[in-house]
């Protein structure tokens, strides 16, 4: 079975340029998240999607950064205008919420962005 | 708010050898999944075991094994025969059981990263 999947696996930007990511949860898994990986902050939570509504957008760092779901099969985040502080690794990761099994999150490989 | 945390930003360990790294956890909560995910070099989360709150049993997976202290909010990850390709950073993380949709998100540890020397 396909796992999660995101595009692009790396990007590189200039400062001020938008950055769409993209991600494909897997089939039939409900919830989405975005997560984003810094050395100094960790793994933080960005927003998470259930039944493609979002859910709790209140790790979204501020008005740059915006998330959709337009369906069960496909989420974006953008970043625009884009700084160099968001040079991050970004996951995008699904679950089915399906009973007991259903609450392992499975992840993508990952987004590295750098904004230079 | 649930935390957790790993007090071991670094471990080494011996190939053929057993390690233990530690996570504790904070939570008022009763119903809750516990996991550990290893992330390679290559960045990628890899889901290595998990574990049910209301479980007593400890869950293993081949040479991945945890002890699951409930009582005491600690959630260690033991690996056995230690190989070269066990080497990585590994995040405990925590995930509430509770809300009728069975979401929510996970919650991570700092993460330990894992030498394994030949």
């Known amino acids: 079975d396909a796992g999660v999947i995101q595009s692009p696996r790396h990007e590189v930007t200039e400062m001020g340029q938008e950055v769409t990511l993209r991600c494909k949860p897997i089939s039939g898994h409900n919830s989405l998240f975005w997560y984003r990986q810094t050395m100094m902050r960790g793994l933080e939570l960005l927003i998470y999607?259930?039944?493609?509504?979002?859910?709790?957008d209140s790790g979204m760092p501020e008005d740059r950064f915006s998330a959709k779901m337009p369906n069960a099969s496909f989420s974006t985040l953008k970043i625009q205008p884009s700084e160099p502080r968001d040079s991050a690794v970004y996951f995008c990761?699904?679950?089915?919420?399906?009973?007991?099994?259903?609450?392992?999150?499975?992840f993508g490989e990952g987004s590295w962005l750098t904004v230079v | 708010a649930q935390t957790v945390t790993q007090s071991q930003p670094e471990m080494s360990v011996q190939e053929a050898e057993t390690v233990t790294l530690s996570c504790t956890y904070d939570t008022s909560e009763s119903d809750y999944y516990l996991f550990w995910y290893k992330q390679p070099p290559s960045r990628q989360m890899i889901l290595v075991i998990r574990q049910e709150a209301y479980k007593q049993q400890n869950a293993t997976e081949n040479r991945f094994s945890v002890n699951f202290q409930k009582a005491a909010k600690s959630f260690s990850l033991k690996i056995s025969d230690s190989q070269l390709g066990d080497a990585a950073m590994y995040f405990c993380?925590?995930?509430?059981?509770?809300?009728?949709?069975?979401?929510?998100?996970?919650?991570f540890g700092q993460g330990t990263t894992l030498q394994v020397k030949p």
């Open positions: 993380a925590y995930r509430s059981a509770q809300g009728s949709s069975n979401t929510g998100k996970l919650i």
């Open positions: 990761a699904s679950s089915s919420g399906q009973g007991r099994r259903g609450n392992t999150i499975y």
């Open positions: 999607f259930n039944n493609n509504v979002p859910i709790d």
